[in-house]
Every structure is written in structure tokens, then in C-alpha cells.
């Protein structure tokens, strides 16, 4: 921000870019995984993706800029959580939450080495050599780990055949199920919920009477609780179905917007704000694709996930501005509200959704 000298908007303007060219990209990726190509296409995305660090460490102008960020946004459609947890719930299928916890309880320590690593090299070196270092790190051991790593699970895994043989129409017949549509839109509204509540953090605190620094240790206490709510997941998995689990994530997100409000006359509320928000996301990051074969089915998974990751996806990149926008008309009050409203209404579409396929099932 400080050498380019663009304006913050600018610069973040280029990430919500590359989520919503994500989330365009994350039906065809949900394809190439059916077609048994994911380790391929998450080692080359991984390699693609260090390529475009090396371009993003050499930017000069703007155009350049947002062309790095929307190929970025394509590149994380092949890479990141959601082609990973599809592949591993087609080739585990049933099987597959534990591996999507453990691969979630690993990765979510990225931002604890990364953080540092990344102010660390910046300060000493300057940002261009600090992305050029991950750039190398990615090429040299992430995407060969990548590589090994996936076509491990596909070659071990056991999978539903791909109905390419069909019309296209009855491939995306899933598009006209209403237990499809409920889900979907009822994942979009958390995201989006999620969304405000993270890019409006500190205002939202500073709005309700938190100091600076106690925002920041609040802030920072949302990481170790999403991985606490998995390993308590993970302990419970055995007693609680996923239904039930699926269902108190959306009651414990409303929840914690209830005691962000209270944070305004009891500062103490504030601690029950953390723990329920920040467990409850970290749960719903992994048990997404298991609800989704759960109600969905496993046949042609991959474009079943992607097609839902679409929706999270574009909930996640519209949430800044949907959340500045509410808080134009009637300030954080209503917002809060308003994000209660949307998870209530999340919640009520799962449930729909879990009951039709219930049936369907029966």
C-alpha cells in the first residue's frame, strides 16, 4: 500500500476479485475431480499459483495487479479446502470426515507460521522478497506434497463412477432437487454472515465499547477456536450425528451475534462471542461436504460440491460491501440484527433441506 501508493479499497478490490472468479471456477473443478483428475489439478494449480507470487512480487501497475488476482482466483478453485475435502469425500465417501478434520486441524496452523513469516521477511527484506519466498516454498514443497498427497487418496479411494455417459441435462439434474437449492442458499447465508462479522471486526468491537487492544486479542483467539471446535467434533462424532452438529453450528453463529450485542453492556460477553462464532466456523469449514453427500448423494460429487462452493463462495466475496451497505442504512445495530435474521433463516432452509432428502431417502 505504502510503495504502490493505491488506496486500500484498490488493493482489496483485487482479493474480493479473485473470490468470485473462485467461486465461478469452483463447478469445473468439482468436475475435474469426478473425473478422477484432482491430484493433477491441484499440483498444477499449486505450481501456477507460486508463478503468479513471482509475477505478483514483480507488479508495477494496476492492470497487472487485478489480471494476477483474477488468475489467483482460478487457481484457488483448484487448491485450496474445497476441491481438497471433495476429493477426499468422493474417494472416502462415508469414511471421509475424519480425514477432512485431520487435513483441517493440520492446515489450521497456516496462519500461525505464516503470520510471522510473513511480517518477519517483509521487515527484513521487503514484501517483493518475502512473496517470492513462498513462491519458492510452494514450487519446492507444497506442490509436490500436493501431488503425492492426492494421488495417494485417489488411487486408495473408492469412488462412484462418473455419468459422463448421460445427457448433460441429467448430469446437473441435481440443479432441480429443492434439498439442493435449500442447502445451497442456506450455506450462502452463512458465509455471508461470516463474512460481515470477520471484515467488520473492529469497528463492529470499537462500536461496541472494546478497547483497540482487547480487539485484537479477541481477533486473535478466533483461529484456536475453530480448532477447538473441531477437535471437540471429533469427540463427539461418535454420540452426535451430523445433523444435529450441522444445525447447532447455525444456533451457536446466532448466538454469538446475540452476546456481540450484549458486549455494549457487558464487556464479558465478548469472551462467549469468540468461542461460539469462532468453534462454530470451524466446524461448518469441514463438515460442509459431508452434509453435502449426506443429502445430495455421492454420484457426480465433485460437481454437486462445486456447484454448492459456488454459492459459499460469492457469499463470502459479497459480504464487505453487503455489510458496509446495511450498516449505511441503520448503523451496527441493525446490521447485527440483521445477521441474526439471515442465520435464523440459514437455519430453517438446512433443516428443509435435511427433512427432503429424508424423504426422498424414505
Known amino acids: 500500500e505504502t510503495e504502490l501508493d493505491w488506496t486500500r479499497t484498490e488493493l482489496t478490490a483485487a482479493i474480493t476479485l479473485a473470490i468470485l472468479i473462485s467461486a465461478l471456477f469452483a463447478p469445473l473443478a468439482g468436475r475435474i475431480i469426478d473425473f478422477g483428475k484432482g491430484a493433477m489439478m491441484m499440483a498444477l494449480s499449486c505450481f501456477l499459483g ?44 462415508g469414511q471421509a470426515k475424519q480425514a477432512i478434520i485431520f487435513v483441517s486441524l493440520v492446515a489450521g496452523f497456516a496462519s500461525t507460521i505464516c503470520y510471522p513469516a510473513i511480517h518477519s521477511l517483509s ?45 448433460v441435462d441429467r448430469q446437473r439434474s441435481f440443479l432441480n432437487t429443492p434439498a439442493f437449492w435449500f442447502l445451497a442458499i442456506a450455506f450462502l447465508l452463512l458465509a455471508i454472515v461470516h463474512g460481515v462479522t470477520i471484515h467488520h471486526m473492529f469497528p463492529l468491537l470499537a462500536d461496541r465499547g472494546i478497547g483497540a487492544d482487547s480487539a485484537v486479542i479477541a481477533a486473535s483467539f478466533i483461529g484456536p477456536m475453530q480448532v477447538a471446535g473441531r477437535l471437540a467434533m471429533m469427540a463427539a462424532e461418535r454420540r452426535i450425528s451430523v445433523n444435529a452438529v450441522t444445525a447447532s453450528c447455525f444456533l451457536f453463529v446466532a448466538l454469538a451475534i446475540v452476546f456481540l450485542i450484549g458486549t455494549a453492556e457487558i464487556s464479558t460477553l465478548l469472551v462467549g462471542f469468540i468461542v461460539l462464532f469462532g468453534s462454530a466456523h470451524g466446524v461448518v469449514s469441514i463438515i460442509r461436504p459431508v452434509v453435502a453427500r449426506n443429502i445430495l448423494g455421492g454420484k457426480n460429487f465433485g460437481a454437486k460440491f462445486g456447484a454448492m462452493a459456488l454459492f459459499y463462495l460469492a457469499g463470502s466475496a459479497s459480504a464487505p460491501y453487503l455489510g458496509s451497505l446495511i450498516w449505511n442504512f441503520g448503523g451496527y445495530d441493525r446490521l447485527l440484527m440483521v445477521l441474526i435474521f439471515l442465520t435464523v433463516i440459514g437455519m430453517a432452509l438446512y433443516l428443509v433441506a435435511y427433512r427432503l432428502s429424508q424423504a426422498t431417502n424414505n
Open 123 to 167: 521487515e527484513s527484506f521487503g514484501w517483493r522478497t518475502a512473496v517470492q519466498v513462498f513462491a519458492a516454498v510452494i514450487i519446492f514443497v507444497a506442490a509436490p506434497l500436493m501431488w503425492m498427497g492426492a494421488s495417494i487418496v485417489e488411487r486408495n479411494g473408492r469412488t462412484f463412477p462418473v455419468l459422463n455417459n448421460q445427457p
Open 50 to 93: 507460486a508463478i503468479c507470487l513471482i509475477w505478483l512480487s514483480l507488479v508495477t501497475t494496476r492492470i497487472e495487479f487485478y489480471l494476477i488476482w483474477a488468475i489467483l482466483g482460478a487457481v484457488m478453485a483448484g487448491s485450496l479446502y474445497e476441491p481438497c475435502f471433495a476429493l477426499i469425500t468422493r474417494a472416502k465417501q
